[in-house]
């Protein structure tokens, strides 16, 4: 459903509009993290995540505001307060794994897969535009997950 | 979610990006992506079955071991049907959604149907909360009755202001929800996309969610035709 050729044609012209407005950003950084199995995985997304204590995203807070998501959270009560009503959510509500797999990167750690998980996971609402304005508190976030020794970051859009 | 992937990158953390839509990434071109054919928010494709979530991430997190980018790879498998439980492994037609008898109710007044139908709901969406764990039900603080209310007052209210209808963003996500949750517990649950189909064309509380769009994309405040006609009913239910 992903496939461009399977959305509704407003759909399809609406997500073509926005690739066509999108700022070109050069690839420009690529990071070498060192082996896998030694790397320390975060996950960062824009689904608009949050504990039930933490404020709703409030619209438009799509890129000025984020929400700190424990690694030792129960992803089961994790929240979503996106503003989009355009995407499935009926995934999220059977199973928070399959927007925000967190248990999911545990398993992968204690099999030695990856190093470790992060002691700190990020949710932004997105999808801003242009996606540039994302630039300050993704800059912001890059700071808090070099102090946590993460090595490598998953980006998990909705 | 490719413009972060830049950002981090040139701060020092490597990334990788699920993309969901290919034609974006392909003009973004962030670090890493793996393309998923998957519905737009399902990045690992499917609940409930860890070994193909297992095999999303583990597809995503092997672009960590590439030498240089950017890389944008497609994941080769489609997602399996959705499974919530042993009940859903039955073969069988879906079920519509049980919601008592509402034939009494067809005169009743829009804030009547709306109770009773949150009544016929409310031990469904027990029981998928407690499933699940936990509830995705709660953002706006209110209970489901109460968020009725705030529908029905602000569908007849003489004026209304901007924050109103902010609130009442936040009141339609969580009694969808709510309805959601509970017809998705029930005996042989309709398909996701038939459920969202469920809510916004077969109940009461859709129908009152298309009245509110009339009247709000003809209210005087811009703000406020925004969040009517965008972020009420999903586009391709119009």
């Known amino acids: 459903m992903a496939r461009l050729s399977e959305l509704t044609e407003h759909e399809r012209d609406h997500l073509l509009s926005m690739r066509d407005q999108a700022p070109r950003l050069e690839p420009k950084a690529f990071v070498r993290p060192g082996p896998l199995s030694e790397a320390?995985?975060?996950?960062?997304?824009?689904?608009?995540?949050?504990?039930?204590?933490?404020?709703?995203?409030?619209?438009?807070?799509?890129?000025?505001?984020?929400?700190?998501?424990?690694g030792d959270v129960n992803p089961a009560t994790l929240m979503m307060s996106h503003i989009s009503v355009n995407f499935d959510r009926s995934g999220f509500r059977r199973d928070s794994e399959v927007v925000f797999p967190l248990a999911r990167l545990r398993e992968l750690a204690q099999a030695g897969h990856i190093g470790s998980v992060a002691d700190f996971h990020y949710s932004f609402m997105g999808?801003?535009?242009?996606?540039?304005?994302?630039?300050?508190?993704?800059?912001?976030?890059?700071?808090?997950?070099?102090?946590?020794?993460?090595?490598?970051?998953?980006?998990?859009?909705? | 979610m490719s413009a972060i992937g830049h950002y981090l990158e040139s701060e020092g953390i490597a990334t990788a990006a699920i993309s969901l839509v290919r034609e974006h990434t392909e003009v973004m071109q962030p670090p890493r992506a793996l393309w998923v054919p998957?519905?737009?928010?399902?990045?690992?494709?499917?609940?409930?079955?860890a070994d193909f979530q297992r095999r999303v991430l583990r597809a995503l997190l092997s672009l960590f071991e590439r030498a240089s980018g950017p890389v944008l790879e497609d994941f080769p498998e489609d997602a399996p049907a959705d499974v919530l439980n042993e009940a859903d492994h039955a073969q069988g037609e879906a079920c519509p959604v049980f919601f008592g008898s509402q034939t009494s109710l067809s005169n009743a007044s829009t804030a009547a149907q709306l109770q009773a139908e949150i009544a016929a709901l409310a031990p469904w969406q027990a029981l998928a909360a407690r499933r699940r764990g936990a509830s995705a039900f709660g953002l706006s603080g209110l209970a489901p009755s109460a968020l009725a209310n705030t529908l029905v007052t602000l569908a007849a209210a003489?004026?209304?202001?901007?924050s109103d209808w902010q609130r009442v963003k936040l009141a339609v996500d969580d009694l969808r929800t709510y309805y959601e949750e509970a017809a998705a517990a029930q005996p042989a649950p309709l398909p996701p996309a038939e459920l969202e189909q469920w809510f916004y064309r077969q109940t009461a509380v859709g129908a009152l969610l298309r009245d509110l769009r009339s009247v709000g994309m003809a209210h005087a405040d811009?703000?406020?035709?925004?969040?009517?006609?965008r972020m009420l009913i999903p586009r391709r239910l119009l």
């Open chain 1, 40 to 70: 320390r995985v975060a996950i960062i997304s824009t689904a608009g995540l949050h504990q039930a204590d933490d404020p709703a995203f409030a619209p438009g807070e799509g890129a000025t505001g984020y929400r700190v998501i424990p």
């Open chain 2, 158 to 162: 003489s004026t209304t202001t901007a």
């Open chain 1, 127 to 158: 999808a801003p535009f242009p996606p540039t304005r994302f630039e300050s508190k993704a800059r912001e976030i890059a700071g808090l997950l070099r102090c946590d020794r993460v090595d490598a970051a998953v980006l998990m859009p909705v």
């Open chain 2, 38 to 49: 998957f519905p737009l928010g399902r990045p690992l494709g499917v609940a409930h079955h």
């Open chain 2, 222 to 229: 811009a703000p406020v035709r925004l969040i009517a006609e």
